[in-house]
Nanobody
Framework: QVQLVESGGGLVQAGGSLRLSCAAS????????MGWYRQAPGKQRELVAR???????NYADSVRGRFTISGDNAKNTVYLQMNSLKPEDTAVYYC???????????????WGQGTQVTVSS
């Protein structure tokens, strides 16, 4: 079982910044990727950004250049620095981890509870 603890959501004005954090713990052998999805009311959950253990990152077109994902392998933690926030960034942000876990040593996907980000205009 893998547990994810998210923090850093909140209310911010357009143009402002927030930093999300997500720490993974549990029976992790090795993390493959960690990242963030978001889901706005009435919309499907979408990928925001993800980062592999080696450091390569992918971003949604809508956030590229404004958001930066980074990771701390020693702490099994991923961060999402969100700058120049827009009202359309308002959503519940979910952390996820894809990792090799015991006792099966197979790849599993686990999700956090979600943290609300609200950007006012």
């Amino acid at each position: 079982q893998v547990q994810l603890v998210e923090s850093g959501g909140g209310l911010v004005q357009a143009g402002g910044s927030l930093r999300l954090s997500c720490a993974a713990s549990g029976n992790i052998v090795a993390i493959i990727t960690m990242g963030w999805y978001r889901q706005a009311p009435g919309k499907q959950r979408e990928l925001v950004a993800r980062i592999a253990t080696g450091g390569s990152a992918n971003y949604a077109d809508s956030v590229r250049g404004r958001f930066t994902i980074s990771g701390d392998n020693a702490k099994n933690t991923v961060y999402l620095q969100m700058n120049s926030l827009k009202p359309e960034d308002t959503a519940v942000y979910y952390c996820y981890v894809n990792a090799l876990t015991t006792p099966t040593f197979t790849s599993t996907n686990d999700w956090g509870q979600g943290t609300q980000v609200t950007v006012s205009s």
